[in-house]
């Protein structure tokens, strides 16, 4: 089974989507199920897994709405306010959805992670693992340190990275990112998703020579058993189709063994989300 592990779906209007700034303007605009299952065929896809664009539960029940109307959305990874003081009773409602998968919460927009230090949303992310749901973390390269003591917090969680958390590929800047990637990878539970990373280079020159040193670090960091593909669509049309996108993971994964090129195509998100 072939799982792109990391896409979104959108109704667009300007007020909930005011972080598609300038040259985003292709993608103010509804993306939907039936825009990218034509992507997911051309790339061998059988699945994929629905990710959380806003902070809502409403978007969340929707984003599982979908999932039951096209079973090839194999999961979702919604979000919920773990920071809440009822939280327990919010994920308690939310347990009958067989295809919620996981939560975010988008850490990147806060100039100081603080809801990762904080211990109420500590105490709100603890109750995931015992649902068997996953934490995808979305932070900068910056914020790779605060996500390092959050994860030291949770070592019964699952957790899988996002983008690799966004380094600086655009300038070409590989430090501290490298390093503290390969420190948080010391951590059997976190899983690292490569996606997200056209956005962090320069949108209209990239070449895969430039995004390969941070391939190749997230390999060495993570090994194929702990990496997932995500195209990160439709967030990644801003500066690659999908195609070129995938294209240029598989050719870069293409000297690895058929059994890893597996792991990272599919058969670590079957395993890491439970699909």
Known sequence: MRIDAHQHFWQYTAAEYGWLGDGMEQLR??????????????????????????QTLEETVWLLDLADENPWIAGVVGWAPLAADDIGA???RLSSQTKLKGLRHVIQSEA??????NPQFQRGAGLLAERGWVYDILIFERQLPSAIAFVDKLPNQRFVLDHVAKPRIRESV???WEANLRELARRPNVWCKVSGMVTEADW???????????????LEAFTPARLLFGSDWPVCLAASTYARWRETVEQ????????ERARIFGDTAKEVYSL
């Open 29 to 54: 605009r509804d993306f939907l199920p039936d825009h990218l299952r034509p992507e997911l065929l051309a790339a061998e896809m059988d699945g994929c897994i629905a990710v959380q664009a806003r």
């Open 112 to 117: 100081d992670p603080t809801s990762l230090a």
């Open 252 to 259: 870069w994964a293409a000297p690895l063994s058929a059994a």
């Open 90 to 92: 919010v994920l308690d």
């Open 174 to 176: 590989r430090e501290p």
């Open 204 to 218: 209209s020159t990239w070449r895969t020579a430039d995004l390969k040193p941070y391939l190749d670090a997230a």
